[in-house]
């Protein structure tokens, strides 16, 4: 029902700069949330950055002040601009929506991206 396409991951030197995008297509009425969860080698899924109704932010304390995410809403895409990247932050990012796929719907639905790799080298 709802397809995202993932671009802008790949390889960068510590303290360089990447900027990630996903694209929502597919059927769907509104967007309540896009965002973006990474996860590290050997480690679980976790909030990076995400955006709901275009005006209220969330991030992960780790990536405060290094990273920012913002919407284009004629798009449908979502973006991560990465700075002073961090070998921590080597991992796999995978976009996230949630939204309605029909008018005047209570029901939330949530649709995963395939995945983007991201590597910062020391």
């Known amino acids: 029902q709802v397809q995202l396409v993932e671009s802008g991951g790949g390889l960068v030197q510590a303290g360089g700069s990447l900027r990630l995008s996903c694209v929502a297509s597919?059927?769907?009425?509104?967007?309540?949330?896009m965002g973006w969860y990474r996860q590290a080698p050997g480690k679980g899924r976790e909030l990076v950055a995400d955006?709901?109704?275009?005006?209220?932010?969330k991030y992960a304390d780790s990536v405060k002040g290094r990273f920012t995410i913002s919407r284009d809403n004629a798009k449908n895409t979502v973006y991560l601009q990465m700075n002073s990247l961090k070998p921590e932050d080597t991992a796999v990012y995978y976009c996230?929506?949630?939204?309605?796929?029909?008018?005047?719907?209570?029901?939330?639905?949530?649709?995963w991206g395939p995945g983007t790799e991201v590597t910062v080298s020391s």
């Open positions: 955006l709901t109704s275009g005006v209220t932010t």
């Open positions: 597919g059927s769907f009425f509104s967007i309540n949330t």
């Open positions: 996230h929506f949630a939204g309605q796929l029909l008018p005047n719907s209570d029901y939330e639905y949530v649709y």
